[in-house]
């Protein structure tokens, strides 16, 4: 682009050096483009205005009153000062607040004028107040009214002291328009365009900033979210396309010892879906294309040993196999169950575990009996990655718990032999299928749809503090009855104090609750070495201890049949799908188990769908689906704040999940068409492709 989109914002009338700087740093705007594409987060109706008493808790998004002000105070002093204005209309009385920017906002507001206040409303105790509005004088507003529909930017708290609160936003889009209307151009070809019914580029991003109406308004909204999915599903597909097409995977084409024995040893059937799924990998590994397939499950719905079977399957056709695990805890649970599947089989003693816990000793034997072929299966932490960890004849990746992994760790186990391994990767939250196809969408996807049978539905209860006594009560009499109890506490890089001594606290509680030697309490948490951890977590596995007292870091696979009750402390603190997990680490044995949500009196509305929705259901895939619209939904006012796994501009993966769909089909008839894009009418879809690479790459920690 040689144009004025890619002038510095600085030159921009009304910026400057010192607001250019800070659009830098706050919201990364740099050039007139990233202005221009730096849309509006929602629409309000500002022909909309409230009367005081008119605004009710149902209000919780932005809206308007009109009053006049009464007073003005201060209170407090330095840091804790604030700007009280008291304003009012014939209906009733608001106050609205300031923390900070005080001496800017005390010079713009006169008592006795009357002012159009536009904000979030918070309602306490009947009383109406806004904390940070936008307050303009009547006459102003009444003058610049245009557009019934207006753009609201987001923005943050310095941009908002220097003028460049939302409206101060607007107000430059306004004089950037004119200087780079002439500049745009098409970036999709016409037949696109044209058999998708979108409205073109520059009317989209004109009616985005200034909508003369409501449809106009969806048009501008249509094209935009799908240009920006498209161009996302066209790099996800070229990619996908380009591995199917290369002939470069290894081919199990043979069943033999491994796989045969490990399945006449097996103590009970396979589930139906486990066959079906080591059907398609068995499928996958015989084409000589590499393997990249997803494997969706329910916290114990089998994976493990579906994985275990694929990995004999490489062994019988000369690979080796490996299992990337993302705890230590947990790596040694598959290493142990691992070693006792295939006790009747061929790799008995061809299986071992590294971690970073491993000696250098024994580390180097492990080493070297990765080199000479000795060791066929191996399982690990992140330890695997390690440029020092180098297999004769990798053939089989098997990574589990996705979620903990980024994106760049997947990718380096493709190097650890010249021809990239089959990759399996393996995950018990349950990622909804819009959202699927565009983390993963290069990805073939595997599903566990069924649990093994004779599961019992886990019973989940929700109790406020106030019933305590109660849940004591519960826990005695199921410890009576032979079980075991975990009771997890949330802990959060934040507030890691807090929380440590909240653990600290509920464990003392716990251990002068239930005292020795009728019970044994037990906890693992981070700021213990890991053999401490270890040796804990092995004493509440042989029963020894009646109650495991831990943090969040039980939350991926532990496997503790007897124990079956999950109470989780300030459960509202949990997201949707963390709560899940943590739900899944009981209900693994035949016995009724049941999950306790502890929280405090006072929820958010969010707070309590969620954890009404956990009490409600036990479908994973239900709660994930619910999770992404509570989230993706939830207040965008801040930048960051959008609940979104991962950074799109305009669209949201759960909020437009058709456009998802309708992109991604869009996407697939153009690469089967023209795979390396280079036909005339696909002119300029190499560059959006290339705009949009790499968004779908994030972490997919951050929607667990
Ligand atoms: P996941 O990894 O999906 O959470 P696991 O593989 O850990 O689940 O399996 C959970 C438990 O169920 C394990 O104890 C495992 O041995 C057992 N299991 C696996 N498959 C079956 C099956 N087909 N029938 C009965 N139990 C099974
Ligand atoms: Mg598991």
């Excluded at 998004?61 to 209309?89: C, E, F, H, P």
């Excluded at 589930?271 to 294309?289: F, L, M, P, S, Y």
């Excluded at 020795?516 to 401490?532: L, W």
Aim: glycine share 8%.
């Amino acid at each position: 682009m040689q144009n004025k989109l890619t002038n510095e914002i600085k030159y921009l009338p009304g910026v400057g050096e010192r607001r250019a700087s800070l659009l830098a740093s706050e919201v990364g705007i740099r050039t007139f483009g990233d202005l221009l594409y730096y849309f509006p987060f929602r629409h309000v109706d500002r022909t909309r205005i409230f009367r005081i008493t008119e605004v009710t808790e149902e209000h919780t998004s932005y809206i308007q009153v009109r009053a006049r002000v009464m007073n003005i105070t201060t209170q407090g002093a330095g840091a804790k000062q604030r700007l009280i204005v008291r304003v009012a209309d014939s209906s009733g009385a608001a106050e609205l607040v300031w923390f900070k920017g005080i001496k800017w906002i005390g010079k713009k507001i006169e008592a006795g004028r009357e002012y159009i206040i536009f904000g979030k409303p918070n309602i306490f105790k009947g009383a109406l107040s806004f904390v940070h509005p936008e307050v303009e004088l009547v006459e102003h507003f009444l003058s610049r009214q245009n557009a019934s529909v207006q753009g609201v930017y987001s923005t943050t708290e310095r941009l908002t002291t220097s003028g460049l609160g939302s409206k101060g936003i607007y107000g430059l889009v306004c004089s950037l328009w004119p200087l780079v209307e002439e500049e745009i151009s098409e970036t999709l070809p016409p037949y696109i365009v044209e058999g998708c019914q979108l409205v073109d580029l520059r009317t989209a991003l004109h009616d985005i900033h200034f909508p003369p109406s409501n449809e106009a308004l969806r048009n501008a909204e249509r094209r935009l979210k799908f240009e920006e999915l498209f161009g996302i599903q066209l790099g996800i597909l070229s990619r996908r396309s380009s591995r199917t097409t290369n002939s470069n995977g290894f081919i199990f084409n043979r069943v033999g010892d491994h796989f045969r024995s490990l399945y006449a040893s097996l103590p009970f059937p396979l589930t139906d879906a486990q066959q079906r799924v080591i059907k398609e990998i068995r499928a996958d590994t015989v084409t000589g294309h590499q393997m990249n397939r997803l494997l969706q499950g329910d916290v114990g719905s089998g994976k493990t040993l579906v994985a275990l079977v694929s990995m004999m399957l490489a062994v019988d056709n000369g690979f080796q196999a490996c299992m990337m695990a993302p705890t230590e805890i947990l790596a040694r649970q598959h290493f142990a169950s691992i070693e006792r599947f295939v006790e009747n089989t061929p790799a008995k003693g061809c299986v071992a575990v590294l971690t970073g816990a491993t000696r250098a000793k024994e580390r180097r034997e492990i080493l070297a009996g990765l080199m000479d072929g000795r060791i066929k299966i191996l399982v690990g932490t992140h330890a695997l990655i390690e440029d020092t960890v180098q297999f004769a004849n990798l053939g089989f990746v098997v990574i589990d718990e996705q979620h903990r992994f980024g994106v760049e760790q997947r990718a380096k186990m493709w190097t650890k032999n010249q021809i990239a391994p089959h990759i399996l990767v393996m995950t018990a939250t349950p990622i909804p299928r819009t959202l699927a196809m565009t983390l993963y969408g290069d990805l073939d996807i595997s599903v566990i749809d069924k649990l093994p049978p004779g599961r019992k539905p886990i019973r989940t209860r929700h109790l406020f503090e106030s019933q305590r006594l109660m849940l004591h009560g519960f826990i005695k009499r199921e410890i009576a009855a032979g079980r075991q109890v975990y009771v997890v506490y949330p802990l959060i890089k934040e507030s890691e104090k807090a929380d440590y001594k909240n653990l600290y606290e509920g464990f003392a509680q716990l251990t002068d609750e239930f005292r020795e030697p009728t019970y044994r309490v037990g906890a693992v948490h981070g700021k213990m070495t890991n053999e401490e951890k270890n040796g804990n977590m092995e004493d509440f596995k042989r029963g020894i201890t009646n109650i495991l007292v831990a943090t969040s870091v039980i939350e991926v696979g532990v496997d503790v049949p007897n124990a079956t009750v999950m109470v989780i402390e300030s459960a509202e603190r949990f997201g949707l799908s963390q709560l899940h997990q943590l739900r899944g680490r009981v209900g693994r044995g035949g016995e009724q188990s049941y999950c306790v949500l502890m929280s405090g009196d006072r929820l958010t509305r969010e707070a309590k769908a969620r954890l009404g929705a956990m009490v409600e259901t036990t479908d994973g895939f239900r709660l994930a689906e619910l999770d992404l619209k509570l989230r993706g939904a939830g207040d965008l006012a801040g930048t960051q704040q959008s609940g979104e796994p991962f950074e799109l501009r305009i669209a949201s993966v759960s909020r437009d999940s058709q456009i998802v769909e309708w992109a991604r089909r869009v996407a697939e008839k153009v690469i089967t068409e023209d795979p390396t894009l280079s036909l005339p009418k696909n002119r300029g879809l190499a560059e959006l492709r290339a705009q949009y690479s790499g968004k779908e790459q994030t972490d997919f920690a951050m929607i667990s």
